[in-house]
C-alpha cells in the first residue's frame, strides 16, 4: 500500500495562476481532507470530504475549491493563487473503525507550495 | 466548539531525560484525543490515540499519554528522549461525528547532547 500520496512535492506560482493539488488513497477510505500548515499554526482544515459525493468546508475555505472524484482521489483548486496561500498543504485519509472507535487520520507527505 | 491547546512552542530538553508535553482541550462530551509527529519535511505520524477506556495508553516508539478529564488534559509522555525524538508534536481532539479534527499548534522538540 502507498497510503497517501500528494502531487506535486513543490510548486511555485505567480499571482493570480491557478493550480489543482492532487490526493490520492488506497486504503479504501471514506473520508478525506485537506490542510493547510503555517507556521506557528499548526493545521487549519481547509476542506473535507465525509464520503464519495460530499464535501464541506473547514475552518479556512477562501480562496479553495475542491472535488472528490472518486472514494481514492480528493483535490485541491486555486483559482487565483495568493501570496497569503503560500503553505504546505497536506492531504489525509481515514476510516471509522467498527463499533463506533476512533480511528486516526493518515497523512501524504505534503505539497510545498509557494506564491510569489 | 472544540480546540487544543499546546502551551509550549518550543522544548529542549538533554538526551536520556524524561519528557512530557502539555496538551488541554476543550470539548463539550467524551473527546477522542490524539497525539502525532512530525519530523522536517514529513507527513504526520501518529504516536497514540484515545477514545476510551483506561486514562494511559501507550503508544509507538516508547511514548505514553495519560487522558485526565478533570483537567482537560492529555499530556504525552516520554521516560528517556533519544536523539531521533527530535520533531514537531501536535494533539489533536475529535468531534463525536468523527469528521472534523482540530489540532493544537504544535510544540518543537530539540534533543540536546
Known amino acids: 500500500n502507498a497510503g497517501v500520496t500528494q502531487t506535486p512535492k513543490f510548486q511555485v506560482l505567480k499571482t493570480g495562476q491557478s493550480m489543482t493539488l492532487q490526493c490520492a488513497q488506497d486504503?479504501?477510505?471514506?473520508?478525506m481532507y485537506w490542510y493547510r500548515q503555517d507556521p506557528g499554526m499548526g493545521l487549519r482544515l481547509i476542506y473535507y470530504s465525509a464520503s464519495e459525493g460530499t464535501t464541506d468546508k473547514g475552518e479556512v475555505p477562501n480562496g479553495y475549491n475542491v472535488s472528490r472524484l472518486n472514494k481514492r482521489e480528493f483535490s485541491l483548486r486555486l483559482e487565483s493563487a495568493a501570496p497569503s496561500q503560500t503553505s504546505v498543504y497536506f492531504c489525509?485519509?481515514?476510516?471509522?473503525?467498527?463499533?463506533?472507535?476512533?480511528?486516526?487520520?493518515?497523512f501524504g507527505p505534503g505539497t510545498r507550495l509557494t506564491v510569489t | 466548539a472544540q480546540s487544543v491547546t499546546q502551551p509550549d512552542i518550543h522544548i529542549t530538553v538533554s538526551e536520556g531525560a524524561s519528557l512530557e508535553l502539555r496538551c488541554n482541550y476543550s470539548?463539550?462530551?467524551?473527546?477522542?484525543l490524539f497525539w502525532y509527529v512530525q519530523s522536517p519535511g514529513q507527513g504526520l505520524q501518529l504516536l497514540l490515540k484515545y477514545f476510551s477506556g483506561d486514562t494511559l495508553v501507550q503508544g509507538i516508539k516508547g511514548f505514553e499519554a495519560e487522558f485526565k478529564r478533570s483537567q482537560s488534559s492529555f499530556n504525552l509522555r516520554k521516560p528517556s528522549v533519544h536523539w531521533s525524538d527530535a520533531a514537531e508534536y501536535f494533539c489533536a481532539v475529535g468531534s463525536g461525528g468523527y469528521q472534523k479534527v482540530t489540532f493544537g499548534t504544535g510544540t518543537k522538540l530539540q534533543v540536546i547532547p
Open positions: 489525509a485519509s481515514r476510516e471509522r473503525l467498527a463499533g463506533g472507535a476512533a480511528y486516526e487520520q493518515y
Open positions: 486504503m479504501n477510505h471514506n473520508s
Open positions: 470539548y463539550g462530551a467524551t473527546p477522542y
